[in-house]
């Protein structure tokens, strides 16, 4: 008799930290052929997604903190950084 499938875990806990969704990720690879493996690329962007909403809620904390500021003004810098980490609240 044939397993059912394996149904996938809701994508907000995939996406809570790049690790636990990398390691899911990894596991599909292992145990589920059929799918293909996630691109560093598609890593990346989850992980950058995760330190944005990190830093969004820091800066919600504290709006004074200037080694925050400083430190999200030094990313601007960077096109890919800008887009990806620096929350909206700042730019």
Not at 4 to 17: A, Q
Not at 42 to 59: D, G, R
Not at 74 to 80: D, F, G, H, K, Y
């Amino acid at each position: 008799m044939p397993r059912p499938p394996r149904l996938d875990p809701p994508p907000f806990l995939t996406s809570l930290n790049s690790q636990g969704s990398s390691q899911l990720a990894r596991n599909d690879v292992i145990f589920r052929q059929d799918r293909t493996p996630a691109s560093s690329e598609a890593v990346a962007l989850k992980a950058a997604f995760a330190v944005k909403i990190h830093l969004q809620h820091l800066v919600l904390q504290d709006p004074e903190d200037h080694m925050l500021l400083r430190f999200l003004l030094a990313l601007e810098q960077n096109v890919w950084a800008r887009a990806h980490l620096v929350p909206r609240c700042v730019v």
